[in-house]
Every structure is written in C-alpha cells, then in structure tokens.
C-alpha cells in the first residue's frame, strides 16, 4: 500500500444476487490492480470493497455504474452508494 492508496466500500442496489456480479466484479478489480472483496449481503444488495489507488478504485466504481450493454457487467443495478476510507490491507480479492 502506498500513501495515495484508499479503501472504497461500495452498496450495489438492483438485481445483483445470482446474476454473476460477484465474478465480474472480482474480474474487473483483478485488472485494475485491487484487492478486496465483492459480498452477497441478505436485503440483495452486493458490498464492494476495493483497495488501492485512487485512480483504479474511481475507475472500478465507474464501471459498477455503467450501463452494461456497453460493458458486459450482468444484472441490474439501480444505485450504487460509495465511502472512501482508509486502507486496512486487504490481500487479493474475493467473492464472499
């Protein structure tokens, strides 16, 4: 971790549970260089929890955002609600 690294805890709003979001999420933050986590939680919202700089964590949660014709992300997603917090090292990242 470097000292431009952060910590974003993201809520996924939508049909996000058994579409493969999880997969595709872990995919997408793998490529941008992120450790974390992607988690089903039981109201059906999906938590992201991504670790690394700034740039990459911005560029993970545009994607979550996007529409997904033009990025292949599955599901639905109706909002996403985002903190920025510091880093507590997390290692790899993984569905939960």
């Known amino acids: 971790m470097s000292s431009t690294d952060t910590r974003m805890v993201a809520f996924v709003h939508g049909r996000v549970q ?8 872990r995919a997408r ?3 941008l260089g992120l450790s974390g986590h992607a988690t089903n939680r039981p109201d059906g ?17 545009t994607l979550l955002r996007e529409n997904p014709s033009r990025c292949g ?3 639905r997603v109706d909002v996403v609600v985002e903190q920025y917090l510091a880093p507590r090292g997390e290692v790899g990242f993984r569905e939960r």
């Open 29 to 31: 933050a793998l490529e």
């Open 45 to 61: 919202r999906v938590q992201v929890v991504a670790e690394g700089p700034r740039k990459a964590t911005d560029e993970l949660l």
């Open 18 to 25: 058994g579409v493969g979001f999880r997969w595709w999420t």
């Open 73 to 75: 992300r599955p599901g």
